[in-house]
C-alpha cells in the first residue's frame, strides 16, 4: 500500500519518497508483522483454546513430551495472518512474485489448517490421509510452477557480467554462471524443490522452537540474498544473477521474518502454542519457492541442512527398517534422537540454531566465493 502511495502522490509529495526504499519497506514489514504478533498472540492462544484446538503428543515419543498434551496448536495461523497484513502494507504488489509468494503461502497454510482441525477437532488420526496430503501439494506445487515458469517469473532472464541466463537455468554454489538449461525439466525440478521444502520442515517442527527459530535463521538469510540479487551494482559484484525485481522479495521475507520471530516469543520453551502443519507446511513450501525464485535451489541444502538433516534421518530409519528390520536412530526425526541420547529439549533447540546460523553464514560466503 505504502509503495502505491509514493507512486500515485509522490510527485506531489517529495516526502513520500522514503516509500520507495526496500530497506525501509522491508525493514517496516518485518517490525509490523513482529509487534502485530505480539499484540494479538495471547488473544489467538485463548481463542484456539475456547473452540479446542489442542495438540495430542504421539504416545511413542520422549516421555518429557506428555505435559505438552492440550497445548493450543494451529498458531500458524497468527504468521499467516500478520505476514499477509505486513505485505499489504509494505510490500510491492506490483511485483506479481510478491504475490505469488503470498498466495502460495495461503495455499499451504489453508492445507495445513485442515489437517491440524481433523486431528485436533475432529480427532482423527493422523489427520488427513497421507495420500490425500501428499496429491493436494502435488496440485499446489504443480500450479506454483508453472505459474512462475510461464507468467510471473518470464521477466527475471537477463545478463550479468556477460553472462546471459534464462529462468530454466540452474546455478550452483562456488560455480559462477548457470551449469545447465533445464528447460521444460525446470517444473519438475521446482516441484520437488517445493514439495521437498515443506514436508521437511514440517518435520523439523517437533520441539518448542526449533521450527520458528531455524526457519528465521533461513528467511533473514534468504531476505539478504534477494536484496543483492535485485540490486545490480551488488549482484555484479558477486557474480551472482541480476533478477529484476528481487530486492522486493527482501520486503516479504523480512515480514516473515519479523511474524516467526513474533511468534517464537510465545513457541518458545515452555511453548504456549505450537504452529502445527498450518504453520510448517507453508514456512517450508516459502523457502522453496524463494530459493527457485532467485535460482538458488542448491543453495538452499546448505541454508536449510537442518531440514535436510531432519528429512533424510526419517528416509533412512523407515529405509533400514523395511530392508533390514534394524532402527539407524534411537528415534525419527532426528531431534528426537539427540533427546533420547540424554540432551535436554533446550539443548537440542539452541545447538539446532547454533548450526543453522554457521550455515548461514556458510551460504553468505558463498555468494563471493566462486
Not at 79 to 101: A, P
Not at 127 to 154: E, Q
Request: one cysteine or more; aromatic letters at 12%.
Amino acid at each position: 500500500m505504502f509503495q502505491w502511495i509514493y507512486e500515485t502522490f509522490g510527485n506531489d509529495f517529495g516526502s513520500l519518497r522514503i516509500f520507495s526504499y526496500v530497506t525501509l519497506r522491508a525493514m517496516m514489514a518485518g517490525l509490523t508483522a513482529m509487534f502485530f504478533t505480539f499484540i494479538f498472540g495471547k488473544s489467538l492462544i485463548r481463542f484456539l483454546l475456547s473452540l479446542k484446538f489442542r495438540e495430542s503428543v504421539r504416545n511413542d515419543g520422549p516421555e518429557s513430551h506428555a505435559s505438552k498434551s492440550g497445548t493450543p496448536t494451529m498458531g500458524g495461523l497468527i504468521m499467516i495472518l500478520s505476514l499477509t497484513i505486513s505485505t499489504l502494507l509494505w510490500g510491492n504488489l506490483r511485483n506479481l512474485n510478491v504475490i505469488l509468494l503470498l498466495v502460495s503461502a495461503i495455499l499451504f497454510s489453508s492445507l495445513g489448517f485442515v489437517d491440524d482441525y481433523m486431528k485436533s477437532v475432529k480427532k482423527i488420526k493422523g489427520g488427513m490421509r497421507a495420500r490425500t496430503k501428499f496429491l493436494v501439494t502435488i496440485v499446489y506445487a504443480v500450479s506454483i510452477s508453472f505459474i512462475f515458469f510461464y507468467v510471473t517469473g518470464k521477466a527475471n532472464s537477463n545478463a550479468t557480467k556477460g553472462v546471459v541466463f534464462g529462468i530454466t537455468d540452474l546455478f550452483i554454489p562456488l560455480i559462477k554462471g548457470p551449469i545447465l538449461t533445464l528447460g521444460v525439466f525446470a517444473i519438475p525440478f521446482a516441484i520437488i524443490v517445493l514439495i521437498g521444502s515443506s514436508h521437511a520442515v514440517n518435520l523439523t517442527d517437533g520441539l518448542d522452537g526449533l521450527a520458528s527459530g531455524t526457519v528465521v535463521i533461513a528467511t533473514a538469510t534468504l531476505s539478504l540474498i534477494a536484496y543483492v540479487s535485485g540490486t545490480p551494482v551488488a549482484a555484479n559484484y558477486l557474480h551472482i544473477p541480476y533478477l529484476p525485481g528481487a530486492h522486493e522479495y527482501a520486503v516479504f521475507l523480512a515480514g516473515l521474518s519479523g511474524a516467526l520471530l513474533g511468534f517464537l516469543w510465545f513457541n518458545c520453551h515452555p511453548a504456549q502454542v505450537f504452529m502445527g502443519d498450518t504453520g510448517s507446511l507453508f514456512l517450508g513450501s516459502t523457502l522453496g519457492l524463494t530459493a527457485i525464485m532467485l535460482k538458488k535451489e542448491f543453495l538452499l541444502v546448505i541454508l536449510g541442512g537442518i531440514f535436510v538433516a531432519e528429512a533424510l534421518s526419517v528416509m533412512l530409519q523407515v529405509t533400514s527398517f523395511k530392508l533390514r528390520g534394524k532402527r539407524i536412530f534411537k528415534m525419527a526425526p532426528l531431534h528426537h534422537h539427540f533427546e533420547l541420547l540424554g540432551w535436554s529439549e533446550e539443548k537440542v533447540v539452541i545447538r539446532f540454531w547454533i548450526v543453522g546460523i554457521i550455515l548461514a553464514i556458510i551460504s553468505l560466503s558463498t555468494l563471493k566465493i566462486q
